[in-house]
């Protein structure tokens, strides 16, 4: 699989989506910059989730919280003391793994199991003599302890010594800033339950291995939906919420056969349910998680409102009644959507004894829409054209502008990024009926349109 992986890898490197960060540095593990095709992909799946999730809806408001916050926000949710990872050492060569993954590899699912029982199923495959390095081979391997996934700083600390009195934390998840403004939001927005808030942000995890690209880095950004509710909603909005984010990766071209269902049987204390899309990457080889579903309880607002001493309880004026809302939770990776629509986009074609690399993605998702050519660079009336048409399409969608090399090689790099539409501004077009060639990604089929119809034929198409 790392050889498969590599061919992506290598994809979003050339073309402008995705690089290593500080590369000129040797880089950074687990972090990457996304470059100019990449952050206007980023943002296109940041869009389509933001307005199924908020514009479309009249009972979710949206939020922009910060990084930092205090310091007793991750004590109240159990971060501090409980946000870890099971973390195995290779005594020879200095190798990390996560122990609940080295059992995976045996079949054995010990995901979020004590770190006693974990340290007992190692034991019975060292003496079987199965337990090896993955990295090396050696059987030197240290028992599991738990490893802090929390990123620390001293953020506003006058010392540059950090301790546990001054240290602030980089937060883990976005969720915490949704708890922590959620009398704000009561207060100045005065929603009814049941209603959610969205936000779309940073968060920060100092994962012990990450290495499968963007689907697992320590920088990275979520898309989480909090909703509240009576508890005895849950049932029914956990099944229209499961409903509507399933549909939503079906309206934006994923195949219902690459997606499934995992349901969680080990839950955390405070949840209900807890249910993973999953999605089959060619890349990772099989199913991996992609977003969450959770009915959380009344657990994160009741730790706030007992460590904080706020409350922050509902009074549903209808009934009369007072309570601490449940939580249902939807929350996704954008990283991880960004390589998933990659990954199902991405499609090796074979043209006779030629072979097309084409993204075949979602024409709404697409980093650019229209593609721009002169059909010869030298011909001075060809490109003023083609540069009159460019300037008058880009006001409306987001267009490129490429009289480099030969057609075909133009046609292909914009195959590459997924680009739905390549414009040909040709002999034709000057002399005879101001209409140009008009070029289908998918299909490879030309028409030609006039001029002063491509406006709304690609509003129409996109």
Not at 132 to 151: R, Y
Request: hydrophobic share 35%.
């Amino acid at each position: 699989m790392e050889n498969k992986l590599d061919e992506i890898i290598s994809l979003c490197k050339r073309r402008g989506f995705v690089y290593p960060s500080s590369e000129i540095y040797g880089g950074l593990a687990a972090i990457y910059d996304y470059g100019h095709y990449g952050i206007l992909l980023k943002n296109n799946i940041r869009d389509a989730w933001w307005k199924y999730m908020v514009q479309y809806r009249d009972d979710v408001v949206g939020l922009d919280s910060a990084i930092f916050m205090h310091p007793k926000t991750w004590e109240a949710s159990g971060h501090t003391a409980g946000f870890n990872d099971p973390q195995v050492d290779c005594r020879k060569c200095k190798s990390r793994f996560r122990a609940d993954h080295l059992l995976e590899e045996f079949g054995l699912n010990f995901d979020k199991a004590p770190i006693e029982i974990i340290n007992q199923e190692l034991d019975k495959l060292r003496e079987a003599k199965k337990l090896k390095c993955n990295n090396c081979g050696s059987t030197d391997l240290t028992p599991a302890k738990q490893f802090s996934l929390m990123v620390k700083s001293n953020i506003g600390s006058p010392t540059d010594e950090m301790t546990e009195e001054n240290v602030v934390y980089l937060r883990p998840e976005t969720c915490g800033g949704i708890y922590l403004e959620y009398k704000n939001i009561i207060d100045s927005l005065h929603p009814k339950l049941p209603f959610g808030v969205a936000q779309v942000g940073k968060a920060f995890r100092n994962e012990i291995v990450a290495r499968q690209f963007i689907f697992r880095t320590r920088e990275f950004e979520q898309m989480e939906m909090q909703y509240f509710l009576h508890p005895s909603m849950m049932a029914d909005k956990y099944e229209e919420w499961k409903n509507t984010r399933w549909q939503w990766y079906l309206d934006y071209g994923i195949p219902e056969k690459k997606i499934r269902w995992y349901k969680h049987e080990k839950l955390a204390h405070y949840a209900s349910q807890a249910y993973d899309i999953e999605f089959d990457s060619q890349f990772l080889g099989g199913f991996k998680e992609i977003e969450g579903i959770h009915a959380r309880g009344d657990w994160d607002l009741s730790q706030h409102s007992k460590f904080s001493g706020v409350d922050l309880s509902y009074f549903d004026e209808a009934t009369k009644e007072k309570f601490i809302p449940h939580i249902l939770e939807t929350s996704v990776g954008l990283g991880r959507l960004f390589f998933m629509f990659l990954d199902n986009a991405y499609t090796v074609e074979e043209l006779g004894e030629d072979k097309r690399l084409v993204l075949k993605i979602d024409r709404r998702l697409a980093p650019v829409k229209v593609a721009i050519f002169p059909l010869l660079k030298n011909k001075p009336q060809l490109v003023e054209k083609a540069r009159a048409i460019y300037d008058k399409l880009k006001m409306e969608f987001m267009c490129e502008f490429d009289d480099n090399g030969n057609i075909g090689k133009r046609y292909r790099r914009q195959d590459e990024i997924g680009t739905p539409y390549c414009v040909t501004i040709d002999f034709e077009t000057i002399e005879k009926d101001n209409s140009v060639t008009v070029r289908d990604r998918d299909t490879m089929k030309q028409e030609r349109v006039g001029v002063e119809e491509l406006g709304k034929y690609f509003a129409d198409k996109l």
